[in-house]
């Protein structure tokens, strides 16, 4: 398979057919730099809300500060499914040098970085790729993308084979920035099950129970994905990520600035806003585990990637999602049992079996994804169905 990288470099002034977007997907593709300058310039445009977490005290959820990032979260996550993080505690000169080591790989010429291939067509899904679009690649479109992908936490689970060698900082930066985001992940989930009204530890316990006779709790698994988006010559026909929503509970991301990243506004299922760089925070989504664990309270957000002609997006996304077959993902009890029950809106699940309804698109009558969401819905339905373990940003 030809790196996208290499079309990039090669002068070119058309993209390959393999490319271009089917013609009723081209409405709102454009240049990410025109389209974000639209957005960003229109009086009264939509914009994804900033979150400062700082002020929250695990030891003190109760007091004022700490309700005020509860409801502040709970907001975002209600009404956006996506917000920019602020207060995350991960020190700046850290996420500069993971920026420095993953663009630092990237810089490699493609042989030596094909030293850490994939090899999806065999289930090797972590390392080295460029990759086909809805991920079966029923239609035969690509995506404007290369990535790397590899277990981040816990470091037990990790093949270390994937991990580069050069730049030589990689593993020891990257190893710090994944306990960084361990520790927040804990965080976020904990305000985020008080904003349903449970206990703090609630949703992590709900990600890591094992199922089954002995209650065991698992790891919360962290994969991290590097995605590369070359320059494009028309960006105005391809996508560097299609329209999914993420299978993960979270999705933490960082990048170089360069624009790119879209959601959907939820509510209207038309309007799709532009993420800003604002300096010192994170973009944080929501995704289909913690949708499902939250029987729909919080959105699983529809994203999609631009690409633009000027400059080379880079983008860091952990995944934080449960173990594959061990943990059980169904609507809490905590809110459809007993008095004011919620009706479950979500048939239970492994993450594994998310995989394949969304992914490997093994969806059938039978296994109908959920009672289906009221008026957002329809504008969200396609692309659900594209969702992927390591799709985004």
Same mark, same amino acid.
């Given at each position: 398979m030809a790196r996208v990288e290499a079309l990039s470099m090669s002068g070119a002034t058309a993209i390959p057919a393999e490319y271009v977007r089917p013609q009723e997907e081209r409405q709102g593709l454009g240049d990410a730099y025109a389209e974000a300058a639209a957005c960003w310039s229109a009086a009264? #445009?939509?914009?994804?809300?900033?979150?400062?977490?700082?002020?929250?005290?695990?030891?003190?959820?109760? #007091?004022?500060?700490?309700?005020?990032?509860?409801?502040? !979260?709970?907001?975002?996550?209600?009404?956006?499914?996506?917000?920019?993080l602020a207060g995350h505690g991960i020190p700046e000169d850290l996420i500069d040098a993971l920026r420095g080591a993953g663009t630092g790989f990237f810089r490699m010429p493609i042989e030596d970085k094909e030293a850490y291939a994939n090899d999806p067509a065999a289930g090797r899904l972590e390392g080295y790729g460029s990759r086909l679009a809805g991920s079966a690649g029923e239609d035969g479109k690509r995506e404007w993308e290369d990535y790397l992908l590899h277990m981040l936490h816990p470091?037990?689970?990790?093949?270390?084979?994937?991990?580069?060698?050069? @730049?030589?900082?990689?593993? @020891?930066?990257?190893?710090?920035?994944?306990?960084?985001?361990?520790?927040l992940s804990s965080r976020l989930l904990a305000i985020l099950s008080?904003?349903?009204?449970?206990?703090?530890?609630?949703?992590?316990?709900?990600?890591?129970?094992?199922?089954?006779?002995?209650?065991?709790?698992?790891?919360?698994?962290l994969k991290l994905k590097i995605n590369?988006?070359?320059?494009?010559?028309?960006?105005?026909?391809?996508?560097?990520?299609?329209?999914?929503?993420?299978?993960?509970?979270?999705?933490?991301?960082?990048?170089?600035?360069?624009?790119g990243l879209q959601v959907l506004r939820p509510g209207d299922g038309q309007t799709w806003v532009t993420a800003r760089d604002e300096p010192g925070t994170l973009v944080v989504h929501v995704g289909d585990a913690l949708e499902i664990l939250s029987n729909?309270?919080?959105?699983?957000?529809?994203?999609?990637?631009?690409?633009?002609?000027?400059?080379?997006? !880079?983008?860091?996304?952990?995944?934080?999602?449960?173990?594959?077959?061990?943990?059980?993902?169904? @609507?809490?009890?905590?809110?459809?049992?007993?008095?004011?029950?919620?009706?479950?809106?979500?048939?239970?699940?492994?993450?594994?079996?998310?995989?394949?309804?969304? !992914?490997?698109?093994?969806?059938?009558?039978?296994?109908?994804?959920?009672?289906?969401?009221? @008026? !957002?819905?329809?504008?969200?339905?396609?692309?659900?169905?594209?969702?992927?373990?390591?799709?985004a940003e």
């Open positions: 009264g #445009s939509p914009r994804i809300p900033i979150v400062d977490v700082a002020a929250f005290d695990a030891a003190d959820p109760a #007091s004022p500060a700490s309700l005020a990032v509860v409801d502040a !979260v709970r907001a975002a996550a209600e009404d956006w499914g996506v917000m920019h470091d037990a689970r990790a093949d270390h084979a994937l991990w580069p060698a050069h @730049p030589p900082e990689y593993v @020891p930066v990257t190893k710090s920035f994944g306990e960084h985001v361990s520790a008080l904003g349903l009204g449970v206990q703090a530890g609630t949703l992590e316990r709900r990600l890591r129970l094992t199922s089954g006779e002995a209650q065991v709790e698992d790891d919360l698994l590369y988006y070359p320059r494009c010559p028309q960006p105005e026909l391809a996508v560097g990520v299609e329209a999914h929503t993420d299978v993960s509970a979270l999705s933490f991301i960082l990048t170089n600035g360069v624009p729909g309270r919080y959105t699983s957000v529809l994203h999609r990637v631009l690409v633009n002609r000027q400059a080379v997006r !880079v983008s860091w996304v952990v995944f934080a999602q449960p173990p594959p077959d061990s943990v059980l993902l169904r @609507p809490m009890p905590e809110l459809v049992q007993g008095d004011g029950a919620e009706t479950p809106r979500f048939e239970p699940r492994t993450f594994r079996q998310q995989l394949e309804r969304k !992914v490997l698109k093994k969806t059938n009558d039978q296994q109908e994804d959920e009672v289906k969401k009221q @008026p !957002v819905a329809a504008g969200r339905r396609r692309g659900g169905a594209h969702g992927r373990e390591e799709g």
